[in-house]
């Protein structure tokens, strides 16, 4: 029997699929795994912001990432919209595969791994990939099913939208520069993004795939 394209197929995998299957030399070593519990994390509600942005500066010179809280975001609203991802992967095989592509360039596709063209070996995910800026150019060609999938994802782009230009201008501060200088130099491009289905996988010590666990 030919191997499924896609691994969201609602049957839960009891083996590692072959084109799963990481050389030994490439596989993950969860021994030496680093936990550290100092990332910096960035209160984006602080009293002041200059101190928002002496923050960011020094997690960027000394980790080169951060986190946010208190981002603006709201709760129901990532909440609505990991349920609906979890609904449109829900969607009947035959459903999905209507809209599955192995094609890098198309505006809106549903995939596996990263570009399973090149690949000798593939990831362990899913995904729905949607061009997403100028919404009103994409919006009318992503899926209609569920329901409010166009009405939560549209809803969702916008605030990250407005949050991840928020963040540009603060690394544009803390370098020293104005505000809307990343901004300016990256320009009006089209933006995407991508919907990711994760399924537990049975055997992660040979490929890159979440083992089972507990956590909610």
Known sequence: MAEQPLLSTGIPHRTLPESYI?????????????????IPIIDLNSPTKSQIISQIHHACQTYGFFQVVNHGVGLDLVEKMMAIGKDFFKLPMEEKMSLYSDDPAKKMRLSTSFNVRKETVR???D?????????????PDWPSNPPLFRDVVSSYCKEIRQLGLRLLGLISLSLGLEESYI???LGE????????????????DLTYGLPAHTDP
Request: proline share 12%.
């Open 22 to 38: 990481r050389p030994e030399s490439d596989r993950p070593n969860f021994t030496r795994v680093i936990h550290d519990h100092n």
């Open 123 to 125: 990831n362990w995910r």
């Open 127 to 139: 995904y729905l990939r949607l061009h997403c800026y100028p919404l009103e150019r994409y919006t």
């Open 183 to 185: 901004e300016q130099v």
């Open 189 to 204: 491009q089209e933006q995407h993004m991508a919907i990711n289905y994760y399924p537990i996988c049975p055997e992660p």
